[in-house]
Each structure stands twice: as C-alpha cells, then as structure tokens.
DNA sequence: ACTTATTTTTAGACAAATCTAAATTTAAAT
DNA sequence: ATTTAAATTTAGATTTGTCTAAAAATAAGT
C-alpha cells in the first residue's frame, strides 16, 4: 500500500505524540502538524479506513500495529539520512532536520537498506536518537538528562531538546552542541542552574531551562 | 521561488521534449506526461504566469531561461542521484531511474553540491549521460550510436535508448549493458544488422532496431 | 477552396487536503 | 446538577491537479 508524504506525517506525528501514555488529541495534533483542528478530524476519518489507527470521535487517536510499523518504518529512514548528511557529507548536526524531513518520505526500500549498509548499520542519528533497524527494533538510550548528572562525572552531549532557533542560538553563544564534554561542578538548589566545565575553557552556569533541554551520556575518563 | 514535484515534472518533460528543434506540442506532452491534453492545458497556462516559458495558444510551448535553468537544476540532481545509487550504494545501473525520479525533487541546494564533491564532481552518469555542473555547464558526449560504429574499433557500451522493460530483456539476454566492451566485425546490409564481438565469448549478432538503441564510445585497446 | 480530420482549448466536474464558522460533545466549575 | 468553558466535529467553501465532453482552431485531402 502507498502513502501520501500528508499522510506520513500525520502518521509520524502521531507516533511522537503518543509516546507513553494515553491517546493523542486533536489539538495537541493540530498544534503539531500546524494545521486546525478541523483538518485533523478529517484525516483520521482517512487513516482510520486505512487502518492505520484506532480512532472514537471526541476520544483522541492511537496507531495500530500497522500504524507503528509505518511510522517506524519513517523514523528509521529520517534518522538514516540525518546520520548520512553529517557523516557523509559532512553537514552539521543542527542544518540536517528539515532536509531529512524530505528524503524521509523517498519511498524505494532498497535505497534504504543499502544506504543503512553502507553506512554500516548505525545505531543512533547526529542528535543522539536511536535508529530503527529494518524489523523496527531499535537500541534502547541510555541518556540521561543533564539536570539529573552527578557532580565531577565526565559526560558528553548527545542530544538536545529542540530544534528551535531559540535554542540554537544560545548553544551557539555558550559553545555547547552535539559531542561536548563536560562534567557538573555546583548545582544550587535557589533556582536550580547549574556550573558546568568544558576541558580548555572557564567554568560557566546554565539555567535550570537550558540544562533540561541537553541530553548526556556518561563517558569514561580517557 | 518553489515549485511542486508536478511542475517540475512538466519542466523536465518539456526540456526533454524541446531538444533540437522546433516547439513542443501538447499532445507530446500529455503523452510523454501520461496525462490527458486538457491537461496539459491548465498546467501550459499556470507556468506561463510563473514565467517558465513562452506559451501560445495552438502554437506549443518553449521554456524560457528561468525554465532552462530549472530543468537543468533537476537534471543535475537526476543524475547525481543515479551515480550515488549506482557508484555508493552499488545499485545496477537498470534499477536506478525510479529511485531518482524521486530524490531529484529534494530542494535542498547544500545537499546537492556536497553530494557532488562527495562523489568527486563526476562527469557522467551510469547511462553515459552527462551531469549538468551547478552552473548547469555539462560535458558534450562523444557517444556514437552502435550502428555508425566502424569496424573493428574497440569500444564500449555507455548508454541505451530508453528504459523499457522489452530492451532490457532482450539486453539481459544477450549480456549486454553499460559498460560491456566490443568491437563490430560485420555489416549486413541486406537488414543493416550488425556482428558483434565481444571479449571471451562468441560473437553474435543483433539487429539494425537493438543496434540503433545502444550506445559507444571508443577506447584505447589495452 | 471546401470539407474532413486532427489538435488544442474551454467549460464544468471531481478528489485531496485544507480552511472558516457553526454545531455538538465532553470536561470543569460553581 | 446546571451552567460555562474547552475541545471536537460537521458543513460548506477553496485550491491544486486532474478528468470528460463539447467547442474552437489548425492542418490535411481532394
């Protein structure tokens, strides 16, 4: 069966909504996919035929097994082409997002393996998301939020909370991204902002919000 | 300026279309496009507004320079695409086409341009056809048909006419393909077909239509 | 030159994906 | 439990790219 790319990102959508608990409602999808509310009630009707999700009126949504392996399938393929631009054409981690959004969408499942093979099966994308392999299983994190980092452990960035220029631009300014190491050195209970030090560069204090948004892994000290 | 995957699609047919001579008709067009003629119609009048081309009406259709540039801005991509499939993720030259009709409509620019210094800025691609530069500059082929081809002279297979599943066959068949090195050693011209050699295996013969659908380029003997 | 055939265009309709505005259902609040 | 607020759905309209059927323009044949 075929898919529009609408259809695949409604769907996409709503695997990164649900995760966890609950149903997905109509408004956090509108919010998401930028659209009203209205057009959200009309493709599920859509995709319910399809069988693509479980939808009640007024109840809110949940993929189906089908649905999942759509949207796995997706996801597998977004991360795939993030980890090639940057390590193969050599973008940077944050200029990938939009353009994987549209090479997600390349239908050939042929491309996909092969580029998964020459890429030597990765297992987690530029921002530190584990990648699908071809069954739709995929590694399990072990990153951990930054606020939750013990004093004086070595650590290194792996993923940051949003793509947003905000976001962005602030990283920037305090030399922070994807592969940063760095350990916690105070944290102050006032208002929960912590001192962070980079190897080679004065300590600095980030706020509670910027610590929240970075994802770390532990590293060994070598 | 942003274009849809159809109107790219129209410009690449009407590019294609227009080589040489004269202007392109709309019956061709819907045709080559798989759409009816009123079709075409509708789609002729959008992109005169946009100014793609010179459209009048029963008179056929030119691209204009904005439109040239677009057609070989999506070429260019086309058959980027098809050396990556074919030279990275060792794809067979006569399973790339699809694939690339897809990727070619990616709009990236950054994409396009590290994907050809990745792939060492290639002249040609899998079907011996040449790779617009991004200045949309391409090489000129010093492709011959095999039915000009004279006696005798090493050469090799580097493009076919068309895709169609019938060539193909028939190509498969008799283990020809790109890259397959021969020589011609006869000429009938009772039905102008043709003796072929080809290194290690008997030589056979094909007729004036196969002929006629192949592609050469001499090389050096050795 | 006049009739016939072909090509092209117009007119009106349709499906997909969206919108606005109004109606309905569910949830919250007193 | 009734009213008010919020979320969701329906109804009807719009845009894009397509279609069919009919009309108009061009080309061909005698």
């Not at 009707?45 to 089908?66: A, F, W």
């Not at 580029?115 to 399990?140: C, E, N, T, W």
């Not at 792996?158 to 300014?173: F, N, P, R, W, Y």
Request: aromatic share 8%; proline share 3%; hydrophobic share 40%.
């Amino acid at each position: 069966m075929h898919f529009t790319t609408t259809e695949e990102n409604y769907i996409k959508a709503i695997y990164h909504l649900q995760q966890g608990t609950g149903n997905v409602s109509t408004n956090d999808l509108a919010a998401e996919l930028s659209t009203k509310p209205a057009s959200i009630t009309d493709m599920l009707k859509k995709l319910t035929i399809k069988k693509l999700l479980r939808y009640e009126r007024y109840k809110g949504v949940r993929l189906s097994n089908e649905g999942e392996k759509l949207a796995l399938a997706i996801v597998r393929k977004h991360r795939l082409w993030e980890y090639f631009l940057v390590n193969t054409l050599e973008f940077g981690w944050d200029e990938v997002h939009e353009v994987a959004e549209e090479l997600e969408h390349i239908s050939s499942k042929k491309l996909v393996e092969q580029l998964d093979l020459f890429l030597g099966y990765p297992k987690f994308d530029p921002h530190g998301d584990p990648i699908p392999d071809s069954q739709g299983r995929m590694a399990v994190q072990q990153q951990i939020n930054l606020i939750d980092l013990a004093l004086d452990i070595p650590a290194e960035v792996c993923s940051v909370g949003s793509q947003s220029t905000e976001l962005l631009e602030i990283l920037k300014h305090k030399q922070l991204g994807i592969g940063t190491k760095l350990e916690v050195k105070r944290k102050f209970s006032f208002d929960h902002s912590i001192e962070i030090k980079m190897k080679s560069l004065p300590a600095i204090t980030i706020s509670q919000q910027l610590a929240q948004s970075l994802f770390v892994k532990t590293i060994s000290n070598d």
